[in-house]
């Protein structure tokens, strides 16, 4: 199996290349980045990309993968309104239209968030913008689609050079995982989770946390 990897230097990205290279069924690994990557696996190939609104230099690539990984993201308090729908919502889906008008077999995964809404009517914007790109996602002529919605994302592989605000986020969500764990998941569930289910090739998923963390402990 051949999959691409968008978001790959993120907290969930990274950890989905490293369980995708030990993975024995999975061949290539592209990971698309808009600046040369840190891993260098003898099965991955980086994939420099600047535009993401305009993929038609990666038709090729997207021809031969069998699933895409979306991991591309960004939290709504860096950016401004506008620009958090342009990245969460417009760059997801033109890749998807790209992709589809030449590999019609291709899967996606989508990587959301708990608390997503689905009625695009929320007043806080991460849900209601999730909801709108999920919804725009399903509504395309994927044969198989996968939402993600994990909770608080504990990572399992320590993180380089992270800055001081995103240390103590990442120090909050492990005390939370240990007394709290019904709101979280690890890095390493969500990735493992998300390679079996373009695996298995179901037809379409909405996983919540929980249902994440199930699929994951099962293998």
Known sequence: MKILIFGATGTAGSEVVRQAISDPEITLVSVVVRKPFDFNYPKMQTIIHHDFLDYKEMLPAFREADACIWCLGISQTKVGKEQYFIITHDYAVA???????????????FLSGQGADS????????????????????????????????????????????????KAEFSLLKFMAMILPIFTISTVQL?????????????????????????????
């Open 95 to 109: 890749a998807a239209k790209a992709m589809l008008s030449v590999n019609p077999q291709i899967s996606f995964v």
């Open 191 to 219: 990735a493992k989770a998300m390679l079996i289910l373009i695996k298995k090739g179901d037809k379409f998923k909405l996983l919540e946390n929980e249902n994440i963390k199930q699929i994951a402990n099962c293998e």
């Open 119 to 166: 009625s695009e009517k929320s007043k806080v914007l991460f849900a209601r913008v999730k909801g709108q790109t999920e919804n725009a996602l399903k509504s395309l002529p994927f044969k198989h689609y996968f939402i993600f919605r994990p909770a608080g994302i504990v990572p399992v592989t320590k993180q380089k050079n992270l800055a001081f605000m995103k």
